[in-house]
């Protein structure tokens, strides 16, 4: 016959083993959630091997940025590759000469896509502007020196038209 002192050690075993048992028991179903924070990403290869700083002064998670700053790359590298050999060059040289950073921002104050700051050659882009770039406006921007604000979406060139001409060097849509 038991005891109650019997009884109540062996419900204490039992709740202490159902205890561990329950803490050492993993369901795989950990969530595990990416924290916000600031990011800055050097040497982003942009094309053939030119890169720029891609940074911000926002949070964004990880997973967040690298999206981004991919989008951005893809961006550049389809408007080198779809340019002429003259367009090539200009995008070449203005990354090659003059350290291209982008500023990546969630609440732009003064534009709704994008805008270049042609002196400091900065690119400043709206996190939700990053489809509306027009890489051949921004590179002929930041070669030059001079700003743009691009709060729509600037109207389509035709093919063979001439987007900008800088001393014996032309760039052409197409």
């Known amino acids: 016959m038991k005891t109650w002192k019997q009884s109540t050690v062996f419900g204490i075993f039992?709740?202490?083993v159902l205890v561990f048992a329950l803490i050492a028991c993993d369901d795989g179903n950990k969530e595990t959630t990416e924290q916000e924070k600031a990011q800055h990403s050097?040497?982003?290869q942009m094309f053939v091997d030119k890169t720029a700083t891609i940074t911000t002064n926002d949070k964004f998670t990880d997973t967040q940025w690298d999206t981004i700053c991919s989008a951005i790359a893809?961006?550049?590298l389809a408007g080198y590759n779809a340019g002429?050999?003259?367009a090539k060059k200009l995008y070449e040289d203005t990354f090659e000469?003059?350290?291209i950073t982008i500023i990546v921002e969630k609440n732009p104050d003064?534009?709704?896509n994008y805008k270049v700051s042609g002196a400091e050659r900065i690119l400043y882009v709206f996190v939700n502007g990053?489809?509306?770039l027009n890489t051949n406006t921004?590179?002929?921007r930041l070669s030059n020196g001079t700003n743009i604000i691009a709060n729509e979406l600037p109207p389509l060139k035709e093919k063979g038209e001439i987007i900008l001409k800088l001393g014996n060097r032309i760039m052409v849509y197409g």
């Open 74 to 76: 893809r961006k550049f």
């Open 138 to 140: 921004v590179v002929a």
């Open 130 to 132: 990053v489809d509306n």
């Open 110 to 112: 003064g534009y709704s």
């Open 14 to 16: 039992a709740i202490i």
């Open 97 to 99: 000469l003059f350290g």
């Open 42 to 44: 050097p040497n982003v």
């Open 84 to 86: 002429n050999d003259d």
